[in-house]
């Protein structure tokens, strides 16, 4: 009997975590979250959103690791070698077709989440003579770094202000931290970044003593941009004040960020993510502040070119959202 009574309370137990914590899963599951380099804001979202995954969801540790940025996160998922990341839309609409750097091999992957808004930043500094795209001409620059889609982007930017980004150009590929440091040594004249507001490497360049900043608009581009890649962008504003030393609005091309995942991750899993992300979305803000747009009403089709995993979509529809 007490054999008995012993059971009948780990097996009550065990439900209740279940009901309060989402599933608790037969044993211990680690999923890999792909970021991107550390100066920019996957890498601490992601860590925030591990960090939450580990501490809500029984049975589920989640890591988040480093990486170049959207291309390698997503062929990272194609073979199997992760589970969930940040991406951008431009870029995770390229490996579901399997076109351009994913050419001859497809990523089927799935929307778990919409996150938020990616700004093109164009950054340099006073003294380079760069005050347009134009002006890049002749120029050292970096891109981005190689498997990032701050690099694809940027190529698509350079292609819509009518430069070509082999010929008119001294062309880079460094990381964000690696480009800010190369701009602070004047190795390089400017570099592209594509993130959310405000990005620790550009505030660190910012705040450098000696250095004021310039950031360049290319929100003008952005209809040149639509015509040729399915309308992923829009235009948008760095608000002047978002860097130290910035007075001026920075109209810039905007493109959308979300959290992707294989299409055959399990429904399940999908669900238990998407919903504990959401209802601890104000642990994330207190991380970065960009996941203040990872609200309910922004979970739409409309705001992604990838479909929701169907886990996703179980638990947006339950809190109403309409697909």
Known sequence: MKHRFSRFLALTIAAGVLLAGGALYAQQKTISIVTGGTGGVYYPLGGGMANILSKYLPGLQATAEVTGGSVD???????????????????????????????????????????????????????????????????????????????????????????????????????????????????????????????????????????????IDTADLVDVMNKKYDNLYSKGVIKAGSYPGQTADNAVAVVQNILVVSETM??????????????????????????????LENQIPANTPIPFHPGAIKYFQEKGAKF
Do not use: C
């Open 266 to 295: 399990a429904d399940d899993l999908a669900y238990d993510i998407a919903k504990t992300l959401i209802e601890k979305r104000p642990e994330l803000i207190a991380v970065h502040r960009e996941a203040e747009s990872m609200t």
């Open 73 to 215: 996160n997503l062929k990272l998922i194609g073979a199997k070698r992760a589970e969930v990341g940040l991406v951008m839309v431009d870029a995770a609409l390229d490996a579901l077709r399997g076109v351009d750097k994913f050419q001859g091999n497809k990523v089927a992957v799935r929307t778990l989440m919409v996150l938020y808004p990616n700004r093109m930043h164009v950054v340099t500094i006073e003294g380079t003579g760069i005050e347009k795209m134009a002006d890049l001409k002749g120029k050292r620059i970096s891109t981005g770094s190689p498997g990032s889609a701050t690099e694809l982007m940027a190529f698509r930017v350079i292609e819509a202000a009518g430069l070509d980004k082999d010929k008119d150009m001294r062309r880079e590929r460094l990381s964000v931290a690696e480009s800010v440091n190369a701009l602070k040594d004047r190795k390089i004249d400017a570099f592209f970044w594509v993130g959310g507001i405000p990005t620790a490497g550009v505030t660190d360049l910012a705040a450098t003593p000696g250095v004021k900043i310039k950031l």
